[in-house]
């Protein structure tokens, strides 16, 4: 299978990091084929212009200043998401790539008023991130990623897709034992997936 990583955090030595060097290394060992996409590395641009705002719903404009990113998303049969939980949200890149890349035509069309998904090339979805709070504290702020995960992400791609939300809650007060265990679930569970 083709995978597309999206990995968000400026910091190489960060957690986040050693996940997304594990989400890649257990893919490129299971014999997936991995098109890794670090959005910093890449110096990817989360700022939408005005100029796309005004070409957002002609499909024949929407999609020329991030072609690039939608021909890699187009051609993904598994999508894998490794980002961290930052002010209850995703980091702003990630946002910025999901508003600027995640564009009518690409990952959903609309028909008649609706809209219907349009990623059904993807069968694997998976997101794997951490929060620095508690998972009762994300739960009292609606827990927007994982909302966004289960139900925006999900209903985007084909409808028997399998899909993970890896969540470790509480990074702040986590200990050497709970991250070495959070990151062999990851790899257990990508390796399976």
Same mark, same amino acid.
């Given at each position: 299978?083709?995978?597309?990583?999206?990995?968000?955090?400026?910091?190489?030595?960060?957690?986040?990091?050693?996940?997304?060097?594990?989400?890649?290394?257990?893919?490129?060992?299971?014999?997936?084929?991995?098109?890794?996409?670090?959005?910093?590395?890449?110096?990817?641009?989360?700022?939408?212009?005005?100029?796309?705002?005004?070409?957002?719903?002609?499909?024949?404009?929407?999609?020329?200043?991030?072609?690039?990113?939608?021909?890699?998303?187009?051609?993904?049969?598994?999508?894998?998401?490794?980002?961290?939980?930052?002010?209850?949200?995703?980091?702003?890149?990630?946002? &910025?790539?999901?508003? %600027?890349? /995640? =564009?009518? #035509?690409?990952?959903? +069309?609309?028909?008649?008023?609706? !809209?219907?998904?349009? *990623?059904?090339?993807?069968?694997?979805?998976?997101?794997?991130?951490?929060?620095? &709070?508690?998972?009762? %504290?994300? /739960? =009292?702020? #609606?827990?927007?990623? +994982?909302?966004?995960?289960?139900? !925006?992400?999900?209903? *985007?791609?084909?409808?028997?897709?399998?899909?993970?939300?890896?969540?470790?809650?509480?990074?702040?007060?986590?200990?050497?034992?709970?991250?070495?265990?959070?990151?062999?679930?990851?790899?257990? !569970?990508?390796?399976?997936?």
């Amino acid at each position: 299978m083709r995978f597309l990583v999206l990995f968000a955090h400026p910091v190489e030595t960060s957690f986040s990091a050693a996940l997304h060097r594990a989400v890649v290394e257990v893919l490129r060992s299971s014999g997936h084929d991995v098109d890794d996409c670090d959005l910093y590395a890449e110096n990817f641009n989360p700022v939408m212009s005005r100029q796309e705002r005004l070409d957002y719903h002609d499909l024949s404009l929407c999609t020329k200043p991030v072609q690039g990113y939608v021909d890699r998303l187009l051609a993904a049969e598994g999508l894998v998401i490794v980002n961290p939980v930052w002010n209850y949200g995703y980091p702003a890149i990630l946002k &910025g790539f999901l508003d %600027r890349v /995640f =564009l009518p #035509g690409v990952s959903f +069309r609309l028909e008649g008023g609706s !809209t219907r998904p349009n *990623l059904w090339r993807i069968r694997r979805l998976a997101a794997v991130t951490t929060y620095g &709070g508690t998972r009762f %504290r994300a /739960f =009292l702020m #609606g827990d927007a990623p +994982r909302r966004q995960f289960k139900r !925006t992400m999900r209903a *985007l791609v084909h409808p028997l897709a399998r899909a993970r939300y890896l969540a470790l809650y509480d990074m702040n007060n986590a200990t050497t034992a709970r991250t070495t265990a959070f990151l062999e679930r990851v790899r257990r !569970t990508i390796a399976t997936f």
